[in-house]
């Protein structure tokens, strides 16, 4: 989300699970499909099967996705900007790249700030100090007309071609292999195989999850594969993209719906505190086009904001009081997983809703979260299971060794419903919104979690009525028009995320033309108006329950284009639409750049875009009108250069992981700032929670197995019959050097603890030759715990390191230090 | 148990004449290794299917769990890790269990009357009601695959799904594979099948790739395609030409007819020892 938003405008998975089937090159880097998404990876083989296509692996350890693929290539752990910063190079110096698409739809030609610099790995502007950068550097030069300056002969050295050929010349193939340990002929092969989708007919697709989120500079990786994907014109295409393979099967839901800290719903943001105005907090994000005649679609920014408030707040919500924009937190920071545990450790937290999630298990650094749990006046647990966070204050001998006597943490436990137990909405990775009902009664005095958290709102809006408060006026407005209070439905909550007319909606080209009637739901967003007259508590899921009916119920899988465009399943974000970006699938006459893959094209006898896709641009606005594909960029095109939107850098550079076998980068060996991402934070205190390669010599990795799904399906007998014991894996070599055999058990350290499990030695792990020496991986599945049916074990994330991406806070669970000794 | 719906055409220990009225097609499951990403939904929908859940066992320093076939695990995914090509590694994953052959050894080998059958459609069935445990099925597999169970003393395996099979339904592997690495229908069907899966490997550089349906038990209706035909003891140790054991082909092709010879001799030689000599009669004197 935090990378694909600032190259692309939206963050979210650009094309469909479906759609998989029509690339002719399929990359699994970041990721490990067949694995961690067994039933999604079937397009592949379809892709195999029906398009020859071929599938390239490059991974640490040889997966279950490399056992089917055509071609594997090893990687360090934590070095894939590298990688992809050789694969940026080497498209650019062998003329491999897709010419009329990156002059025309990304920002190739526009001019960066003179003052903008980048010398010895530090991009200018940086406070050491404060490990931030002040940004004002990391723009365009813009002209008098208020537009940037663009150089369409791509020969002004300050031109985003120009700079950013200059930034990966560095990364040659002697460079990448040297870093990233993988040897110079696989990622040449690699390299060239990639190449041949820079033609028009010609695509590859990458799928990625948490083997790229995951790392301290996990965003940029994946903003490197992004730039990859435009160089070879692979974005908004049928069989293209980038592919955001979410785990969760409703993780797309939480962050549309706005359930990261710093979010609202509809990727909107929380005001920070410097904006107590509302007019500035709204100009702010509502931005003009930064090209003539571009849509600038977050233009619209106070149209979704009104129209959210309204759902919250109702009749409370006036233009007088600026839609109750007082009533909204001002953050001075980010408040994400890892700063909520330090707060706790901190003691300045006093109880924990901990709904659906189980920290100590997932979270990292166990013994930092166990002793900030025992922090706590009192813990709340929603969820169907007794997880290891519920129990954390019990003694499970070596697994779970704390004292109970020490730890005055009240714990409530609140049994809710799981999926199939309830009706709703999930969220794929495709972005579609597929409705579900309910297939069976929640065991005892499980409830759902609407249920739950409707107890806890009523209970409280009743004290704050009773007793006043300091700040009461969110909970009192608060609407909560549901038949039944304390149990509103799936489909009331369904119907107000896709909002209604609160009066009637008109035309604004004729105010008589009423579009939507008051007390109508919205047919989308393209209804919603900033003036209060309609409601709609997520603004991209606009449309997803109209007049119709619930679209999400849908379940027509007709494909009239055999190309997997099944438009009338379900709904998918935004209005329908299944591949974003499509407006760059045809040339700048709105010809399709490949006909048998045709997603639109503009139909001129119609006066419209038409085709097997749901247009992403004004349906009626023919190409001489010149609006570029990417609608929600100011800019009308994608970027390369991701001027401020991201926190280390406009352009992606390789940092070692916070902790690295290496002791310092060798990119810029000789400026220790320039080790790891300086922009990543650490709390004071986490510092000396880092090991070095000295005590620590190999890299550890964790991972998920097919076999189970996160700490949940140890609980379940078959999932612990088919993998019912805590494993580690390492390589042969390392396995010979320390006189281990398969089977023994093992004791994997690092710097925060250590955990104890059976040894799987293997050829699949590979010992690399970095910068001359050899470094050795160390597999390390999660899914272990204390509680459930398979046989108990230590939690993983004993082991990782208390730091996160630098933009999302993601915690570095792929890459950090560890020892291993024989038990 | 006898299921109405399926013809029994061969009957352990049994010399009634088969049923041979309906036309049965001849069934078989593919399963191509080079699809197969290991993930186990075929175990768990064996076991769901089946009414069976196995220990909650050990990791034993591989993938593989169950480690091994059981009475109550009637398939499992075998992983080997072989370098055919120099430093190019191939994980080779192969669902084991039972081949179902034309010529079913454990068939041959039973002594027990209807503890095993095979259907007109291929499918070769334990009907566990009959089976005594002696364990001969075991020796005249040519795969290792019959287990018998500590609980009750029977031998298990994969029934190929029979019962699903009858009502028109295919096997529960087939039918919760993810990547579609396992297929089922016709055994002409399936090998079609599997010549444009050779087709393409062979495209993809495995010049040896082919199927696995081995002769030396009349073929199988359990298939394989191999990236590697030419060498299937690559895949964990599938035989290259499995054939029933001789044990069981003396006991069956050799010894039982002699035996049966001798039982024959015996009444016939008392039969002629009866016409020539004429009754045991007492001889008067001896009575005395």
């Known amino acids: 989300m935090a990378s694909l938003a600032p190259t692309f405008g939206r963050g979210a998975m650009t094309n469909h699970w479906v759609d998989i089937k029509n690339a002719d090159l399929i990359l699994i880097m970041g990721g490990n499909a067949a694995e961690a998404h067994p039933c999604g990876f079937k397009w592949v083989t379809e892709a195999k099967a029906h398009r020859n296509a071929k599938l390239i692996v490059v991974d640490p350890r040889f997966t279950r996705s490399a056992a089917v693929s055509d071609y594997y290539a090893p990687i360090r752990a934590g070095t894939d900007i590298a990688f992809l910063g050789g694969v940026i190079n080497y498209l650019l110096s062998n003329d491999k790249i897709h010419h009329e698409y990156v002059k025309n739809y990304t920002d190739f030609s526009f001019l960066v700030k003179d003052e903008f610099k980048f010398e010895n790995g530090i991009f200018s502007g940086y406070d050491a100090e404060k490990r931030k950068y002040d940004k004002a550097t990391w723009g365009y030069q813009m002209g008098k007309d208020g537009f940037v300056v663009t150089d369409p002969t791509l020969k002004n050295p300050r031109c985003v071609y120009q700079m950013m050929k200059a930034h990966y010349g560095r990364y040659t193939p002697d460079v990448v292999s040297n870093i990233c340990g993988t040897p110079k002929d696989d990622f040449l092969k690699v390299c060239e195989m990639i190449a041949e989708t820079s033609k028009s007919d010609k695509t590859m697709t990458i799928m990625y999850a948490l083997g790229w989120t995951q790392h301290s500079q996990g965003s ?462 650490v709390f004071k205190g986490d510092w000396e929670t880092f090991g070095n390669a000295e005590k620590f010599p190999y890299v550890g990795t964790t991972y998920r197995l097919t076999e189970h799904f996160h700490y949940w399906t140890k609980h379940v007998k078959l999932n612990a019959i088919m993998q019912p014991e805590q494993f580690v894996e390492i390589g042969e070599e390392l396995a010979k050097e320390k006189g281990i055999k398969a089977g023994d058990h093992v004791r994997v350290k690092s710097m925060r603890g250590f955990i104890i499990a059976v040894a799987v030695v293997t050829k699949r792990l590979r010992s690399l030759n970095v910068t001359g020496k050899k470094v050795h991986t160390i597999g390390i599945p999660i899914h272990w715990g204390f509680m459930g049916v398979a046989k108990n074990g230590y939690i993983t994330n004993t082991l990782t390191p208390f730091v996160g991406d630098a933009n999302t806070q993601t915690p570095e669970f792929k890459a950090f230090l560890v020892d291993i000794e024989k038990v | 148990m006898a299921l109405q719906s399926l013809d029994i055409k061969a009957r352990s220990a049994t010399t009634t004449p088969s049923p041979s009225v309906r036309e049965t097609m001849e069934v078989a499951k593919l399963i191509d290794i080079s699809k197969c990403i290991g993930c186990k939904a075929c175990q768990v929908a064996c076991m769901e299917w089946n009414d069976l859940r196995d220990e909650v066992g050990n990791n034993v320093g591989v993938y593989d769990n169950p480690a091994d076939l059981t009475a109550k695990s009637w398939t499992v995914m075998r992983y080997a890790e072989v370098e055919v090509e120099q430093n190019k590694l191939e994980w080779l994953i192969r669902k084991d269990g039972c081949m179902h052959c034309a010529d079913p050894g454990c068939l041959k080998a039973c002594p027990s009357p209807g503890a095993i059958v095979q259907y007109s459609n291929g499918i070769v069935d334990f009907h566990q009601e009959n089976c005594i445990g002696c364990g001969y099925c075991i020796t005249g597999c040519p795969f290792n695959v019959p287990r018998i169970s500590k609980q009750d003393s029977k031998a298990y395996k994969c029934t190929l799904c029979s019962d699903r099979i009858a009502v028109g339904l295919e096997p529960a592997c087939v039918k919760t594979c993810p990547t579609g690495a396992i297929v089922f229908g016709a055994k002409g069907d399936m090998i079609h099948h599997a010549e444009g899966r050779v087709t393409d490997l062979k495209s993809r550089g495995y010049t040896n790739a082919g199927l696995y349906d081995p002769q030396g038990v009349g073929g199988t209706h359990v298939m394989y395609v191999l990236q590697h035909a030419d060498q299937p003891s690559l895949y964990s140790g599938l035989p290259k030409d499995p054939s029933i054991s001789a044990m069981v082909g003396l006991w069956k092709g050799v010894a039982k007819p002699l035996l049966s010879l001798g039982i024959g001799l015996t009444v016939l030689a008392g039969f002629f020892h009866y016409i020539k000599a004429g009754p045991n009669e007492v001889e008067e004197e001896t009575e005395k």
């Not at chain 1, 038409?610 to 190409?623: E, H, L, V």
């Not at chain 1, 401020?644 to 352009?651: S, V």
């Open chain 1, 220 to 681: 940029q990786m994946i903003r490197t594969g992004a730039m990859v994907q435009l160089l070879l014109g692979n974005i908004g295409v049928a069989g293209g993209g980038m592919n955001a393979l979410r785990g969760h099967s409703n993780i797309q839901g939480l962050t549309d719906l706005g359930l990261l800290s710093n979010l609202l719903p509809g990727y909107m943001t929380l005001p920070g505190d410097a904006e107590q105005d509302y007019k500035t907090y709204i100009e702010k994000r509502a931005f003009k086009p930064l090209r003539p005649g571009q849509m600038s679609y977050w233009q619209n920014y106070g149209k979704f904001f009104v129209s959210n408030m309204k759902a919250w707040f109702g009749d409370a919500a006036t233009a007088k009081n600026n839609w109750s924009y007082d009533w909204l937190p001002k953050l001075d920071k980010g408040y994400d997983l890892l700063q909520v545990f330090e707060n706790m450790n901190q003691g300045k937290v006093n109880g924990y809703l901990c709904q659906g999630f189980n920290p100590l298990a997932s979270a990292p650094c166990k013994i930092k979260v166990s002793g900030s749990l025992s922090k706590l006046k009192y813990l709340v647990i929603i969820d169907p299971l007794a997880t290891e966070t519920s129990e954390f204050w019990q003694n499970h001998g070596e697994y779970n060794d704390v004292d109970p006597s020490k730890i005055q943490t009240e714990v409530f436990r609140l049994p809710s419903t799981c999926f199939a137990e309830e009706d709703g909405s999930l969220v794929s990775s495709s972005r579609v919104l597929q409705w579900h009902w309910k297939a069976t009664e929640p065991p005892g005095e499980a409830k759902g979690d609407p249920e739950i958290m409707a107890g806890i709102f009523l209970k409280l809006k009743e004290m704050y009525k009773k007793d006043g408060g300091a700040f009461p006026d969110p909970i009192l407005n608060l609407t909560w028009k549901h038949r039944q209070p304390e149990s509103p439905s799936a489909e009331e909550l369904a119907k107000e995320f896709s909002g209604k007319a609160l009066k009637d909606v008109t035309d604004p080209k004729d105010k008589s033309k009423v579009l939507v009637k008051g007390g109508e739901q919205l047919n989308g967003f393209a209804e919603l108006r900033d003036d209060g007259s309609t409601s709609c508590g997520c603004w991209i899921f606009s449309g997803s329950w109209s007049e119709k009916g619930n679209l999400m119920a849908r379940r027509d899988n007709s494909d009239p284009f055999g190309i997997g465009q099944t438009l009338n399943w379900a709904f998918a974000w935004p209005a329908n639409r299944r591949v974003l970006y499509n407006r760059a699938s045809c040339d700048l006459s709105g010809k399709p750049y490949d006909s048998k893959r045709k997603l639109i094209g503009w139909d001129a006898a119609a006066g419209k875009w038409t085709g097997s896709d749901i247009p992403d641009i004004k349906a009626d606005s023919a190409p001489v009108e010149g609006i570029n594909p990417f609608i929600m960029n100011p800019e009308g095109v994608a970027r390369f250069f991701a001027v401020d939107k991201m926190a280390e850098g406009p352009f992606p550079e390789h940092y070692e992981p916070m902790e690295s076998p290496l002791a310092n980068n060798p990119m810029h060996p000789d400026n220790p700032k320039a080790r790891a991402n300086p922009a990543a934070r």
